[in-house]
């Protein structure tokens, strides 16, 4: 499965922003699928995911009550709704595919995208 996530850009501290994930070659039912956040120079990070046995998303501490991952099926993707952005969260943001459980962390996760870029400045 490839995947490809869109709808990075720049905005404002307290701006909301939305990304997308799109699987090629499948669609999301059969897998866990998860939005991690890698910072400059920091290490590839968590941030929400959903479960693909129980259907229960699951958040990091950091972005828990701003961030809402779902399925669209309208668009047939999993987004990432980013709501009172903060500085922090600039970096880039990928998507992660599993037929296992996921979760939050990037070991748990067998295709990636190539990410896309998110920059919130002050």
């Known amino acids: 499965v490839q995947l490809v996530e869109s709808g990075g850009g720049l905005v404002s501290v307290g701006d909301s922003l939305t990304l997308s994930c799109t699987a090629s070659?499948?669609?999301?039912?059969?897998?866990?699928i998860g939005w991690f956040h890698q910072a400059p120079g920091k290490e590839r990070k968590g941030v929400a995911c959903?479960?693909?046995?129980?259907?229960?998303?699951y958040y990091s501490d950091s972005v828990r009550g701003r961030f809402t991952i779902s399925k669209n099926p309208d668009t047939k993707t999993v987004d990432l709704r980013m709501d009172k952005m903060q500085l922090e969260d600039t970096g880039t943001y990928y998507c992660?595919?599993?037929?296992?459980?996921?979760?939050?962390?990037?070991?748990?996760?067998?295709?990636w995208g190539q990410g896309t870029q998110v920059t919130v400045s002050s």
């Open positions: 992660a595919v599993t037929t296992g459980t996921g979760g939050l962390t990037t070991v748990a996760y067998d295709y």
């Open positions: 070659g499948s669609n999301f039912d059969r897998y866990s």
């Open positions: 959903i479960h693909r046995f129980n259907g229960n998303n």
